[in-house]
């Protein structure tokens, strides 16, 4: 079985790019747990950037989907939504579901690309990570995911067969 870990970037100084000292210890602090990783993507802000650094991993891609999903999308999701909701705006179609489909696609070849029992980092943003966990995994009991991540939560998706097949909310206690 393979993993894709999506993280929210860590705290950030706003309204500004980049983390915050808060931000830099909550990112140590998660990433002394975590890994190994074969592939570490962010998204091309420098907050996750900066993210997957201080968790102590080399960032391999940046990725300017995981970066915004513009107006289109904010108007129909807006931020923050509880996973539950994220799901319900990505049934609807429109903007948001086209939106969360590509980051579905771009989580499938990473998953791809992945060699058996292997894992890999996505680390991008509110929102973001959010919709492209509900899109990899349409009908999970997205409820029980409970609401939007937090600074460096996120989810891990298990891909088996050629298919995402279940998944792990990752909380944070501070």
């Known amino acids: 079985m393979k993993s894709i870990e999506i993280r929210r ?4 100084k706003k309204p500004g790019d980049h983390l915050s000292q808060e931000g830099v210890t909550l990112a140590r602090l998660v990433g002394q747990n975590l890994g190994p990783f074969d592939r570490v993507i962010t998204s091309t802000l420098p907050r996750a950037f900066e993210t997957a650094i201080a968790m102590g991993f080399a960032v391999d891609e940046q990725v300017e989907l995981m970066s915004t999903y513009g107006r289109d999308v904010e108007r129909e ?8 909701a994220y799901a ?19 989580y499938t070849k990473l998953a791809n690309y992945l060699a058996d ?25 997205h409820v029980k995911w409970g609401s ?3 600074p460096c939560e996120g989810i ?8 995402f097949v279940d998944a792990e909310v990752l909380r944070v206690s501070t």
């Open 117 to 141: 029992g292997r894992a890999a980092l996505a680390v991008n943003h509110g929102g973001v990570a959010e919709m492209g966990a509900v899109a990899c995994l349409p009908d999970a009991d």
């Open 9 to 12: 970037h860590s705290i950030r």
């Open 156 to 163: 891990r998706l298990f891909w088996e067969d050629g298919r």
């Open 88 to 106: 319900e705006v990505v049934r609807n179609g429109g903007a948001a579901a086209r939106y969360a489909n590509e980051l579905a696609a771009f």
């Open 77 to 84: 999701a807006p931020w923050p939504l509880s996973l539950a």
């Open 148 to 150: 939007h991540f937090e």
